[in-house]
């Protein structure tokens, strides 16, 4: 098994809602529309236990590209995977923090191999636990090419997806601007 690592799940609430923000300013739709249309499916947060804002202050602006961290833009295309694309694009800046080895994690396997569906899309808990539980294997072992056509692949890694895995610790919720934006400055270092 790999080594695991911290995600923090701003990171990704941060991409989901910057996200989802661009696209309803765009198109106008309305947040039910579009919280289905993109494949993340609204859930009860509860009560966040992390206080990121004591004794630190992010600075005024951030960007990750700045430092070489973010991962390439992919396409989900047709297939309401936007929770795997966020889920894996926080976790592989993480890593390339950490180890400075850039790793390109599979969207199929973390989607299809937790249950997610083209037409109904996933949770972000869900998608978590697994990471936390199964780990999500590299691209090379469970392409995502067929969903760019709305296509459910079902589970089909490679056979050594679990040698090829690599797992998160855990994760909570970042609730409040201030901790989210901490969040994003502090816990991926």
């Given at each position: 098994?790999?080594?695991a690592?911290?995600?923090v799940?701003?990171?990704i609430?941060?991409?989901?809602?910057s996200?989802?923000m661009?696209?309803?300013?765009?198109?106008g739709?309305?947040?039910?529309?579009?919280?289905?249309?993109?494949?993340?499916?609204p859930e009860?947060?509860g009560?966040?236990?992390?206080?990121?804002s004591?004794n630190?202050?992010a600075?005024?602006?951030w960007d990750?590209?700045?430092?070489?961290?973010?991962?390439?833009?992919?396409?989900?295309?047709?297939c309401?995977?936007?929770v795997a694309?966020?889920?894996n694009g926080?976790f592989e800046a993480?890593i390339?923090?950490?180890?400075?080895?850039t790793?390109d994690?599979s969207?199929?396997?973390l989607?299809?191999?937790?249950?997610g569906?083209?037409?109904?899309?996933?949770?972000?808990s869900t998608?978590l636990?697994?990471?936390?539980t199964n780990?999500?294997a590299?691209?090379?072992?469970?392409?995502y090419?067929g969903?760019?056509?709305g296509t459910d692949?079902?589970?089909?890694?490679c056979?050594?997806w679990?040698?090829?895995a690599?797992?998160?610790?855990g994760w909570?919720?970042?609730?409040?601007a201030?901790?989210?934006?901490n969040?994003?400055?502090?816990?991926g270092?």
């Amino acid at each position: 098994m790999r080594d695991a690592y911290k995600l923090v799940v701003s990171l990704i609430i941060g991409m989901l809602i910057s996200t989802s923000m661009a696209v309803l300013n765009i198109y106008g739709e309305d947040e039910e529309v579009f919280l289905y249309g993109l494949g993340c499916i609204p859930e009860e947060l509860g009560n966040s236990t992390a206080n990121l804002s004591v004794n630190f202050m992010a600075p005024p602006s951030w960007d990750w590209r700045t430092y070489g961290i973010m991962t390439p833009v992919k396409n989900q295309g047709a297939c309401g995977a936007c929770v795997a694309f966020a889920c894996n694009g926080a976790f592989e800046a993480i890593i390339k923090w950490k180890t400075g080895v850039t790793v390109d994690l599979s969207e199929a396997h973390l989607f299809f191999c937790s249950g997610g569906t083209c037409d109904e899309g996933m949770y972000v808990s869900t998608a978590l636990n697994y990471m936390q539980t199964n780990g999500v294997a590299d691209e090379d072992c469970f392409p995502y090419d067929g969903a760019l056509y709305g296509t459910d692949l079902g589970c089909n890694p490679c056979s050594d997806w679990q040698q090829r895995a690599y797992k998160i610790d855990g994760w909570d919720w970042v609730s409040g601007a201030t901790n989210i934006k901490n969040a994003l400055v502090i816990m991926g270092r």
